[in-house]
């Protein structure tokens, strides 16, 4: 997929999910057939947008981190990024939670591993000032310019930002290679440079499909989300204009037009028909609604949603779909412990220390339909006397109802459980 592609649909993905862009100014609706400035300038103004892709990407996220990756060190400086990997305060699980979600809309996020300019004197002094390697989240349409080595990882990379110069905030460019770092203007002015002499770009990537140029699972809700956004607001004209009912009097088509307001009446003698309102049918609104539901319904299929149409669907069929949502979120969770590793690896070399940081992410997923599960158990309990398949049932109900519990609860419902099969 071409680069000026991807940022696109990068952009449009990270629009849909934080309700910025066009869903702020009414710039993503699409003037209809008929429609003159002024009512479209009116309908923009009018807008607003249901942003029902973030619960959904939270959601899903969120089963991630129910439990928590296990990470393993035996560097005093390395504990420390993981307490604060961002210079921010931000704790790992923190920072990889945020980054995570990021990376989940778009299907690829960015990580900078950069370092403070100036180096301490001692290891004390390291540590007591934080002097240690530090995480910067980049958004990849930020990406100006770069290139792949054969291994796929960057040789060099070139992204916007902007700081304050003599109390001005400046639009600057970033470049970072295998060996050197530079800021540059807007006319490519080197305003600063230096050298980190890694052997390896400090940029990482993070690629649900394994290529930098590429989009992930859930980036084509983007387009949904958009086509959602302007039912919408078609549908909203729809009942601003046509819903209130128009009053009929029989009479001369030369008669001229009266004006009535739910503060005014109308008088009729006997000889006169009495005067009706007509409506608009209401076909149009009930087909546009029909329409919004299902696209709705099509976001929660592509981001695993199951918790709105699960009474409308046969078991097998959602069985499936639960396994297709436990699949996901293993590969997705392979994929950042892979990424986590690599950036670890830059952390590594920043501090000339051998990359001995275990992580491991829960990776085994058994996500489940409960209210289903519960009843399978109280039919099983007519069938078989087996304490042992009861506690274990019961036991993965439990976990999976129960999201992040902390270990020692979760450690002492069990117990219970085997205690009461015992009585």
Known sequence: MEFEVCKRLWQDADEAFLGSGGYLNGNNLVKYVREDDAKFKDRQELAYYT???????????????????????????????????????????????????RAKVRGVGLVLIDMSKELPANLKEQIDNRVLPYFVDINPSRVTEYRLDKFGKFEYIKFSDSIYIDDELTNIIRYYDTTSWNVQDEDNKILESGEHNLGICPVVYFSENGDFNSVGEFTQVAKLAKRHYNLHSELDEILRYQTFPILTIQG??????????????????RDM?????????????????????????????????????????????????????NSSLSKFATKLEDFEARVFDVVCKYLAVNNEVEINYPKTFSIIDINKEIEILSEM??????????????????????????????????????????E
């Not at 981190?65 to 307490?83: A, E, F, G, H, M």
């Not at 037009?257 to 503060?263: C, F, G, L, P, T």
């Not at 087996?386 to 419902?413: C, G, M, R």
């Open 381 to 422: 309990k007519d069938l078989i006397n087996s304490p042992t398949y009861f506690k274990q049932k019961a036991t993965q109900i439990i976990n999976n109802d129960l999201t992040n519990i902390e270990i020692d609860v979760f450690d002492e419902i069990v117990s219970e459980l085997e205690d009461e099969g015992k």
């Open 51 to 101: 942003n029902i892709l973030v619960s959904k990407i939270n959601r899903y996220v969120g089963y991630i981190y129910k439990k928590l990756p296990i990470r393993t060190v035996n560097n005093n400086l390395l504990s420390q990024i993981l307490d604060n990997c961002d210079n921010k305060g931000s704790n790992i699980n923190v920072f990889m939670d945020e980054f995570s979600t």
């Open 273 to 325: 028909n009495r005067p009706e309102f007509i409506a608009p049918p209401s076909a149009p609104a009930e087909l546009y609604e029909s329409r919004i539901t299902a696209i709705e319904n099509q976001i929660s299929n592509i981001c695993y949603d199951l918790s709105t149409s699960q009474s409308k669907e046969s078991g097998i069929a959602l069985d499936i779909k639960f396994q297709g949502l």
């Open 252 to 269: 001369d088509t030369e008669d001229s037009e009266i004006k009535v307001a739910n503060d005014s009446a109308i008088f009729y003698d």
